[in-house]
């Protein structure tokens, strides 16, 4: 199968006993040896990645001249593919996608590593609902080559970042532009801006794309910060741009893949039983200090003029996040 400017076959590990995906370089690549150093270096820089929303890369090399990439095989489907299939998505459903992506994405600006080419064909959803990101190491070598020489370019110009499209120099605020492109498109059911050269891409991204109709006003600001033309304006992280999704920050740095639809337990289940098991925390460890002190009995307190009361939202989400606070405040 051709992908982009290169191909993917299906193989098997007869060592390990799974199946595996090559991607192999297209031949109009491979022409320059500094190029092919270069893919095979951030091949490997990738493969020292490892996380669940990231396609794991196994091994790299070159066979007959062509670089090679060995990865893991995704049983599903692309971003890209599902919207054809199903059109926008509802808010809830973008967000669980979208926190996904950036979970991945933050791990790997952890490790200074820079994706430079999110966009719904690099995002695979498996069938179980878990979200990958692909081609990490691949993106940032083909910056520069023939690929926008030929001006194949145009093909993802809708998710690049301002200063990408540009040509200057991208932090990982060009991956949380790329990303909010992707996150409007998931919900709009159309890209951010309509044009017909990176010129006119360059201007449009200066004034704000069209409202979203029907997306909740607090998910559309944080997808059209994500858009903002300055590098500066928009999130400062994958992690903060979860948190403006609706997630909590400390949260999306570790939520990596929603449990299995064959289980049937719900987000709000899961959440509800978390707030449980923090009270229950709390209370024990409320009764282990008190027994600790036995030897050394000290005169009750005065009764305060008002108890503590653990504080409770209208749901479970919102009761866990609350905890969370009443905790924090404390503990300072």
């Known amino acids: 199968m051709t992908v982009g400017m290169a191909t993917v076959e299906l193989a098997r590990d007869t060592q390990l006993g799974r199946r595996v995906a090559i991607k192999r370089l297209s031949s109009s690549l491979v022409d320059d040896e500094t190029f092919q150093a270069r893919f095979l270096r951030e091949a490997r820089g990738a493969a020292g990645l490892s996380h669940p929303n990231l396609v794991a890369v196994y091994d790299a090399g070159e066979e007959a001249g062509v670089p090679y990439i060995v990865m893991e095989y995704v049983e599903g489907e692309t971003l890209a ?21 950036c979970a991945g994405l933050g791990h790997a600006h952890a490790a200074g590593l820079i994706h430079r080419d999110i966009k719904p064909q690099n995002l695979l959803v498996r069938h179980d609902g878990v979200v990958k990101i692909a081609d990490f190491g691949i993106a ?15 093909g993802t110009a809708a998710y690049l970042a301002p200063e990408q499209a540009a040509g200057q120099p991208v932090t990982a605020a060009a991956d949380i532009y790329s990303l909010g492109a992707v996150s409007y498109e998931l919900l709009a ?17 200066r004034q704000p794309p069209r409202s979203i109709d029907g997306a909740p ?20 992280s994958a992690a903060a741009f979860a948190r403006e999704l609706g997630q909590d920050e400390s949260t999306a740095a570790t939520e990596v893949m929603p449990r299995p639809r064959a289980t049937h337990v719900s987000r709000r289940a899961l959440l509800a039983g978390a707030a449980g098991l923090a009270t229950s925390l709390i209370a024990v460890g409320l009764g282990y200090a008190y027994l600790a002190d036995d030897d050394n009995p000290r005169p009750p307190a005065s009764p305060p003029e008002r108890a503590d009361v653990l504080p409770r ?20």
């Not at 593919?81 to 992506?101: S, Y």
């Not at 940032?140 to 145009?154: F, P």
């Not at 059911?189 to 991204?205: M, V, W």
């Not at 939202?313 to 300072?332: H, I, K, M, Q, V």
């Open 313 to 332: 939202g209208d749901t479970p989400a919102e009761s866990a996040r609350l905890l969370a606070e009443w905790l924090r405040e404390r503990a300072g």
């Open 81 to 101: 593919q599902l919207m054809r299939r199903t059109g926008p998505l509802p808010p809830d459903r973008a967000v669980e996608i979208l926190l996904q992506v």
């Open 217 to 236: 006003p607090e998910l559309e600001r944080a997808v059209l910060r994500a858009l903002m033309f300055r590098p500066e304006d928009r999130p400062k």
């Open 140 to 154: 940032r070598t083909l910056q520069g080559t023939q690929l926008t020489q030929a001006g194949t370019v145009l």
């Open 189 to 205: 059911g159309r890209t951010p801006y309509e044009f017909d050269s990176l010129a006119a891409l360059t201007i449009a991204q």
